[in-house]
């Protein structure tokens, strides 16, 4: 009897399952049927680029083809499913093509860097929805090669002509004895007088020309005027110290003040140790010359040439004695210090075009002038580019370039 009934249980049991098992798989193929049904495989592949065009990349040095086309018309509109595009390149126009590179959706140009000049190419460009694909027709065949001349810089090639021709107009102006206007350069006027100032009060002057080599050309331009300087002592009987940190720099300076003082009809008042060196040590060279500012009083200190974090105690020192301080230098970060303790202050471009403006020559007159006039052009152009932006002309580069 037991029997019977346990057995009963394990067929009843097994219907049970066979029912369960079977639901199970009618939903689990209803779901998937339906799911096919809502999202249907995408069998449509987007439209072809249209217009590919390929042509020799301008104003290049060669070996580049840039490639161009009509987006898809599902990228962006459409179906608007467009993934990004393949670009395809062959040597002949029915011949194997291969992949060269691919861009994002929205792109339209390409630049092929891979070619050989001289050799022909075909370019197709593939759009892909990331399951389809559409191929181009080919472009027409492109062929790179190098430019002589870049016309995208066609307006510095004018700058640099007007440049050289006002250089040039402005020289043979000169040499023709034709009076040039150079603007006033407070610190080298101030010359005649800080030394007038030392021979009247019978003090020294003393002559700083940085602390760097001859191959700076901050101290070639500090040397420079040392010779000016070194003339008017000689005319006016001062004494001109020039304490030094390089040895180059002090074989230098006693050649410039030994031609100075012969400029000045005074050779034999020329002395060898008035140019001295002190030491290569920064600090300790501006130690070794403060201790001269203090002891000696000079009536007029000139601080001409490349300087470092010495300047201002330099400066500091000189303005404590009670000296003319005329100083010079293109370090920007120095500038400032100098501008605070000292009476006149030759600032960047003013310590090179020095030479020019106390030499009076010729040649040198014609550049300085010449290049005034290329920074005075340089200068407008900021100008009228300014007021062309201003009134809402955002894109200029059509005025000043070519290409």
Not at 205 to 228: C, E, H, K, W
Not at 314 to 321: K, P, Q
Not at 322 to 345: L, S, V
Request: proline content about 4%; glycine content about 8%; hydrophobic content about 45%.
């Amino acid at each position: 009897m037991k029997s019977s009934k346990s057995k009963s249980l394990k067929e009843k049991l097994s219907l049970i399952v066979l029912i369960l098992l079977f639901n199970f798989i009618l939903l689990f193929s209803i779901a998937i049927a339906q799911e096919e049904l809502i999202v249907p495989k995408d069998t449509i592949p987007p439209a072809s680029p249209t217009n590919v065009g390929a042509f020799d990349t301008p104003n290049d040095r060669g070996r580049s083809i840039t490639i161009t086309w009509e987006k898809s018309k599902d990228d962006g509109t459409g179906a608007n499913d467009v993934k990004g595009y393949e670009i395809l390149r062959a040597t002949e126009a029915d011949g194997e093509y291969e992949l060269i590179g691919s861009s994002a959706s929205g792109a339209q140009k390409f630049t092929d860097n891979n070619v050989t000049d001289g050799k022909e190419y075909f370019y197709k460009i593939n759009v892909t929805d990331g399951i389809n694909y559409s191929l181009s027709f080919p472009s027409l065949p492109a062929m790179s090669k190098a430019q002589w001349f870049n016309l995208s810089r066609l307006n510095i090639f004018v700058f640099v002509v007007v440049l050289s021709f006002a250089i040039l107009y402005f020289i043979n102006r000169a040499k023709a004895g034709k009076k040039l206007y150079i603007r006033k350069i407070a610190g080298l006027e101030a010359v005649d007088d800080a030394v007038g100032r030392a021979t009247e009060m019978g003090r020294k002057i003393f002559y700083i020309p940085g602390i760097s080599d001859m191959d700076n050309m901050q101290t070639i331009a500090g040397v420079t005027i040392l010779g000016r300087v070194a003339k008017v002592a000689a005319e006016y009987e001062a004494r001109l110290e020039v304490p030094v940190s390089r040895s180059m720099v002090m074989v230098t300076c006693r050649e410039v003040m030994k031609g100075a003082y012969t400029d000045a009809g005074r050779p034999d008042a020329f002395n060898e140790d008035l140019v001295y060196y002190l030491t290569d040590d920064q600090f300790g060279y501006a130690a070794a010359v403060d201790g001269l500012f203090v002891r000696e009083k000079p009536a007029a200190i000139f601080l001409q040439g490349q300087f470092y974090a010495e300047s201002l105690i330099l400066a500091e020192t000189g303005n404590s004695v009670g000296a003319i301080q005329i100083a010079g230098t293109a370090a920007p970060a120095q500038i400032p210090f100098f501008i605070a303790a000292c009476d006149y202050t030759l600032i960047g471009e003013e310590l090179f075009a020095a030479s020019a403006y106390l030499s009076k020559d010729p040649k040198l007159l014609g550049s300085l002038k010449g290049q005034d006039v290329g920074k005075f052009i340089f200068l407008a152009a900021i100008v009228i580019g300014a007021i062309l932006l201003s009134l809402g002309v955002y894109d200029i580069s059509p005025l000043f370039s070519a290409g």
